[in-house]
T-cell receptor
């Protein structure tokens, strides 16, 4: 199993540009989520999904869109990049069948810089 | 709304000493409490977790204790080693949802 994978690893954008961060998992996990990590702020939840076709907002959803068309993939779209979106982005997934709360597996992260 | 507070933000200990990190939570219905370790430049990884039906769980040098009455849980690392240096995050689920709220992290430095 590859686990949770993310692409790209690094990205530089100009203000106003759009892009999609890719996330995939091969563990057949129902739950997937996106976090951003900023110094001193911990991990803040952007959006999450409990299954294909179902998404919901987290703590800091503004400026981001998500969709979940398959169990495996959960892309994060930046609609119009702003310097405040400079951060490290982590995708995570976990199984929810049997128990709502299980180990959450993180991807390697995407370091995004918006100029 | 739901909240998880983590203290201290930084912690320095001598090699071989113990380290304790504490988290408090606001959602009294929370029933699962994980701890994650993040080494520099790496992804967070689960190191230990506890469910609300037990008060303590140990795994070699690490342990987690839970006080549901006071709504706090703590990570204990004994006989610390240089490789324990990392950022540690607690998390708490929000009742009735699948979401995890993370604490702001504790940077642990183990001094040789």
């Amino acid at each position: 199993n590859a686990g949770v994978t993310q692409t790209p690893k690094f990205q530089v954008l100009k203000t106003g540009q759009s892009m999609t961060l890719q996330c995939a998992q091969d563990m057949n996990h129902e739950y997937m989520s996106w976090y951003r990590q900023d110094p001193g702020m911990g991990l803040r939840l952007i959006h999450y999904s409990v299954g294909a076709g179902i998404t919901d907002q987290g703590e800091v959803p503004n400026g981001y869109n998500v969709s979940r068309s398959t169990t495996e993939d959960f892309p994060l779209r930046l609609l119009s990049a702003a310097p405040s979106q400079t951060s490290v982005y982590f995708c995570a997934s976990r199984r929810t069948s049997g128990s709502l709360h299980n180990e959450q597996f993180f991807g390697p992260g995407t370091r995004l810089t918006v100029l | 709304g739901e909240n998880v507070e983590q203290h201290p933000s930084t912690l320095s200990v001598q090699e071989g000493d113990s380290a304790v990190i504490k988290c408090t939570y606001s959602d009294s219905a929370s029933n699962y409490f994980p701890w994650y370790k993040q080494e520099l430049g790496k992804r967070p990884q689960l190191i230990i977790d506890i469910r609300s039906n037990v008060g303590e769980k140990k795994d070699q040098r690490i342990a987690v204790t839970l006080n549901k009455t006071a709504k706090h849980f703590s990570l204990h690392i004994t006989e610390t080693q240089p490789e324990d240096s990392a950022v540690y995050f607690c998390a708490g689920p929000t009742s009735g949802t699948y979401k995890y709220i993370f604490g702001t992290g504790t940077r642990l430095k183990v001094l040789a």
